[in-house]
């Protein structure tokens, strides 16, 4: 996960211990804990001793993932966090999504042959619309760049394939996930609405408490459905 606060409920619904570091020279941070006959590992990307704040974004996701991968060897990884999402796809603010069938990128544009949809990556999630179906949550195609803003040819990219749900990690969880064959899911509850009038950046820190909320609650079900497969 990205942000302290978006983990924060989730920490306590676990009932998960901090364990410190993942690494001791990086700033990702531990939370340890067993649901049935689960381990839950959550991992924060921790803070930026520069800036004093959290590690959102695509490059902490992808050495979170990798540093996980390594040291814990999961069967399954799950990218939780909070997002955009769209009117015209029908989003409201607090709404929890699935990934699916795909997580991508709207910023890496690379007009080459084969380089464009390589930066658009185009990573598979693991059975979301069956657990989407069954847990009723929304699903659709998550979407992460390196910006909370966009620009109009983002927008264009987004919607070549679908994209309606507006993030800053999943896609990089997915590349690492992908290239280490273990399959991954992303859950993302929205925060603010793209295409509505407020600035995303107000609505974000006014909604991030229930968004978190939300959050929590699906991801707890989640976890639930793939430990008991009920
Ligand atoms: N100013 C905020 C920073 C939030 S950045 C703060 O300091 O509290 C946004 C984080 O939430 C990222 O981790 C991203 O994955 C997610 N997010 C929520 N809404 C988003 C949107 N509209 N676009 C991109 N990312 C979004």
């Known amino acids: 996960m ?11 619904r676990f009932n998960l211990s901090w364990k410190g570091p993942l690494n001791p020279r990086l700033p990702m941070m531990l939370y340890v804990g067993k649901h049935k006959k689960s381990v839950i590992n959550l991992i924060t ?14 490059q902490p996701a992808v050495l979170s993932t990798h540093l996980a991968i390594d040291t814990l060897s999961p069967d399954i ?14 989003a409201s603010v ?9 997580v991508c990128y709207h910023d890496r544009r690379i ?3 084969g ?31 390196s910006s909370l803003d966009y620009t109009p040819h983002d927008l264009e990219i987004m919607s070549s394939y679908d994209g309606i749900v507006k993030d800053m990690e999943a896609a990089s969880v997915a590349w690492v996930a992908q290239l280490y064959n273990i399959p991954f899911i992303a859950i993302k509850a929205i925060t603010d609405l ?19 909320e939300m959050l929590c609650e699906k991801t707890f079900q989640l976890v639930d459905y793939l430990t008991t497969g009920e």
């Open 45 to 58: 990307s921790g803070e930026c001793s520069r800036f004093m704040v959290d590690h959102i974004g695509t």
């Open 2 to 12: 990205a942000m302290d606060a978006e983990a924060r409920p989730m920490i306590k």
């Open 94 to 102: 607090g709404d929890v999504y699935l990934g699916h069938p795909q």
């Open 194 to 212: 793209i295409d509505g009038n407020s600035p995303t950046e107000e609505e974000f820190l006014k909604n991030l408490r229930l968004a978190s």
């Open 115 to 145: 380089f464009k949809e390589y930066g658009i990556g185009h990573y598979p999630t693991y059975q979301s619309d069956i657990i989407a179906e069954k847990m009723n949550l929304k699903t659709g195609v998550v979407t992460s760049g």
């Open 111 to 113: 007009n080459l042959p």
């Open 77 to 90: 990884i799950i990218n939780p966090g909070t997002a955009g999402g769209f009117i015209k796809a029908n």
